[in-house]
């Protein structure tokens, strides 16, 4: 049973490019998290879904960010246009639909971006 | 605005020496309490968790103290290990619709052999 999986594992664009991070859910979870961390610093909440709907994104940056979970395939974190400032770890994390089971027990191993 | 404070930044302990990091929240609606520990390049890995209903949970070496009222909690490493030389990060859950983790600033310890 694959865990969380998520790739690429490293990325490296130039400003302005865009980025595409994927996460597949381990398998029968429908609930997918996206998390940021920046170097040296705790994971930062960024976006909920659920299979073709977005839960709670609250902590997405309001511009040049997106995700989406469609009903076929992993989860995408777009970024257009990056700058140096998006240079980070980005951790996918998933959970089955029963609420609040599982919640934060299965992490991927991040994408780290480097934007130079 | 930081609902989860977590110290100390480092610390160093000798090998068999007990590891002791903490966190304070804010927000009294949380109801669930993980602990987790990183390596380098490595995504972050559940280590131990408690609900609020119970001060203290205990896993093999590893052991968390609740205190409702002090809305406090802690990390205790007993026996600490080389092998233990991580990131470990304190957070808190309000379950519900959102479903969302706020971390902790996260601790580095480093076990001295």
């Known amino acids: 049973n694959a865990g969380v999986m998520q790739n690429p594992r490293h990325l490296v664009r130039r400003r302005g490019q865009e980025a595409r991070l994927r996460c597949s859910p381990m398998k029968g979870h429908s609930h997918v998290y996206w998390y940021r961390q920046l170097p040296e610093e705790g994971l930062k909440f960024m976006v909920y879904l659920q299979k073709e709907n977005i839960i709670d994104e609250s902590g997405m940056p309001k511009e040049r960010f997106s995700a989406e979970f469609p009903k076929e395939g992993p989860s995408i974190l777009r970024i257009q246009q990056v700058v140096r400032g998006d240079s980070a770890a980005y951790f996918c994390?998933?959970?089955?639909?029963?609420?609040?089971?599982?919640?934060?027990?299965?992490f991927g191993q991040g994408t780290r971006l480097t934007v130079v | 605005q930081q609902q989860v404070k977590q110290s100390p930044q480092s610390l160093i302990v000798q090998k068999g020496g007990i590891s002791i990091i903490n966190c304070a929240y804010e927000n009294t609606a949380f109801d669930y309490f993980p602990w987790y520990q990183q390596f380098p390049g490595k995504g972050p890995a559940l280590l131990i968790a408690?609900?609020?209903?119970?001060s203290e949970k205990k896993e093999g070496r590893f052991t968390i103290s609740f205190n409702k009222s002090a809305k406090q909690f802690s990390l205790h490493i007993m026996d600490s290990q080389p092998g233990d030389s991580a990131t470990y990060f304190c957070?808190?859950?309000?379950?519900?619709?959102?479903?969302?983790?706020?971390f902790g600033t996260g601790t580095l310890l480093a076990v001295q052999p």
């Open positions: 994390a998933s959970s089955t639909q029963i609420p609040g089971q599982g919640v934060g027990a299965f």
């Open positions: 957070a808190v859950l309000k379950g519900g619709a959102t479903n969302k983790l706020i």
């Open positions: 408690i609900r609020p209903d119970v």
